[in-house]
Nanobody, 126 residues
């Protein structure tokens, strides 16, 4: 069993920054992800990290602004979000695989996402 607990959400003005954290416990999965979902929109995969070699993936919408990182000693992953804009307003979720699937068909972290946190709200005002 894996448990994921997000923290760090809040309200910020456009151009500001926030740092989200996800503490995980249980059997470690190799790939950890951040998703977000805004009201009336589909859930979007924002970033992913391979906790073994540090390889990362980003959605085009956040490239150059968001950075995902891991601290394996503390069992946490983080999402540093800079240059925030109102379109980044959403509930942000930490997720990881169930079953564990680090690679498939040459694709890193394709995602089975069987474990989810409860989410943390990010609100960006203009």
């Amino acid at each position: 069993q894996v448990q994921l607990v997000e923290s760090g959400g809040g309200s910020v003005q456009a151009g500001g920054s926030l740092r989200l954290s996800c503490a995980y416990s249980g059997r470690t999965r190799r790939c950890m992800d951040w998703f977000r979902q805004a009201p009336g929109k589909e859930r979007e995969r924002v970033a992913a990290i391979d906790t073994v070699d540090g390889g990362t993936l980003y959605a085009d919408s956040v490239k150059g602004r968001f950075t995902i990182s891991r601290d394996n000693a503390k069992n946490t992953i983080s999402l540093q979000m800079n240059s925030l804009n109102p379109e980044d307003t959403a509930m942000y979720y930490c997720a990881t695989d169930k079953p564990d699937l680090p690679w498939f068909g040459g694709v890193r972290c394709p995602g089975t996402w069987g474990y989810w946190g409860q989410g943390t709200q990010v609100s960006v005002s203009s």
